[in-house]
């Protein structure tokens, strides 16, 4: 068991930061709270910086990502980089997790229960890596976050003193071409954000 039952999400969510990185991920890599993890091969945790100013938030591993147990390291982790690169940010700058931590079967969307199981892992996530700027890369990742869609593409709302940014999904780079340039500029209407 991952996750403590019938504990308060903001108590749970306390105790894993206040454990730290290393009991967080071992709870992840632990855990067993949801059917996800029956398919997986790894739980994916992150990568980047602890000290991040940008945290991406992604949907959900995919089969590259189950294989090495890093976020974003197939096709869709190339299309990331290039955005990163087009951000102007460096390797320092910022971290990516996603919003479930174990591959769905066949690529689909998590589920809304297995993301609100997985829930209290994200938002310690994000406490311990308290950034400035949270970018939350499509529709699944704002309702993990937000628990629904609560924002506009590329429109930034505050909270907690957050900056949260809805923008594309990197996968969508791949299938759709033509997002690369709305994109773009979806990026450059938000720079002032973490430049
Ligand atoms: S997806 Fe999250 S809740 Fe489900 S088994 Fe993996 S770590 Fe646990």
Not at 5 to 21: C, H, K, P, Y
């Amino acid at each position: 068991m991952g996750k403590v039952q019938g504990t308060d999400i903001s108590t749970l969510v306390e105790e894993m930061a206040n454990a730290g990185f290393g009991h967080l991920e071992e709870s992840i890599l632990q855990c067993s709270d949801c059917a996800l993890r029956e398919g997986a091969t790894n739980p994916v945790i992150m990568k980047g910086s602890r000290t991040p100013r940008v945290l991406f938030i992604g949907e959900a591993p995919g089969k590259t990502e189950d294989m090495t147990g890093i976020p974003f390291s197939g096709r869709a982790g190339k299309k990331l980089d290039e955005m990163i690169g087009y951000m102007s940010l460096s390797d320092d700058d910022y971290a990516v997790i996603n919003a479930v931590k174990c591959r769905p079967p066949n690529n689909r969307k998590p589920l809304k229960g297995e993301i609100e199981i997985c829930r209290p892992f994200l938002m310690a996530q994000i406490k311990m890596l308290d950034p400035q700027v949270i970018i939350l890369l499509g529709n699944t990742a704002e309702e993990a976050f937000c628990r629904s869609k609560k924002l506009e593409w590329g429109i930034p709302k505050v909270s907690g003193g957050i900056s949260i940014v809805k923008i594309y999904h990197p996968a969508a780079m791949i299938y759709q071409r033509s997002r690369i340039e709305e994109q773009k500029a979806l990026i450059d209407k938000n720079r002032h954000l973490w430049e």
